[in-house]
């Protein structure tokens, strides 16, 4: 069955710093991986996606992932954080046996301290 | 540029009683999904529809039924409703099945 794990409940980095937001997943064939950001008491947004290609992928914000499949992961990073940037964050894989659904992670809590 | 719309934003209800949630897609997608997403937990699917047929099913309990209209709204029907149905509701769309899901604002209902 397809998983998603993101290790950290929470992950704490200081203003200026690079961040690293952890997803690990566990699919039978190839994966289309997906990162998405909850703002407090909003919707999700889609943050960037990987479906076949490039390994880097860049997304909204100044956020990219690095797809690496001998290590089943997609971790999100940023060179440099923002305050703002504090959020949820979720890690999601489609679902190979059923074509439409996402199967998500817990979600990571990123604080961006000034 | 336009969005999901998600109606209404809140709703308060008591046990038992009946709600129905709204969703209307980004205009020509073709997919919608429900999600739930209970206090700090990832959002849980619940039912999806592809072209106004149902596409895949999740964790929808039976009290609950959905549909989506020839204008590609879609409807989530919640009855008999209990303290734990309590979430936020979701309503997702999408430019065919494999693309990604753009999120409404979600419905925060909330059963006393």
């Known amino acids: 069955a397809q998983s998603v794990a993101q290790p950290e409940d929470q992950v704490n980095v200081a203003e200026g710093n690079p961040l690293t937001v952890k997803c690990t997943y566990s699919?039978?064939?190839?994966?289309?991986l997906f990162w998405y950001v909850q703002y407090p008491n909003r919707g999700l947004q889609f943050l960037l996606k990987?479906?076949?290609?490039d390994n880097l992928v860049k997304g909204s914000y100044g956020f990219e992932a690095e797809f690496n499949k001998s290590q089943t992961s997609f971790h999100l990073k940023k060179p440099s954080a923002l305050v703002s940037d504090s959020a949820l964050y979720f890690c999601?894989?489609?679902?190979?046996?059923?074509?439409?659904?996402?199967?998500w992670g817990a979600g990571t809590k990123l604080i961006i301290k000034p | 540029a336009a969005g999901v719309i998600q109606s209404p934003r809140h709703l308060i209800k008591e046990k038992r009683e009946t709600a129905t949630l709204k969703c209307y897609p980004i205009p020509r997608h073709d997919t919608v999904y429900w999600y739930q997403q209970g206090p700090g937990q990832d959002p849980q699917f619940l039912i999806s529809f592809y072209e106004k047929m149902q596409s895949d099913k999740g964790s929808i309990p039976d009290r609950f039924s959905a549909q989506q209209f020839s204008d590609y709204h879609s409807e989530l029907n919640m009855s008999s409703l209990e303290l734990g149905d309590s979430a936020l509701y979701f309503c997702?769309?999408?430019?065919?099945?494999?693309?990604?899901?753009?999120f409404g604002p979600g419905t925060r209902l909330t059963v006393l």
């Open positions: 997702a769309s999408a430019l065919a099945r494999y693309n990604e899901q753009f």
């Open positions: 699919v039978s064939g190839n994966p289309y």
């Open positions: 999601a894989v489609r679902d190979l046996d059923s074509n439409y659904q996402l199967i």
């Open positions: 990987y479906i076949t290609g």
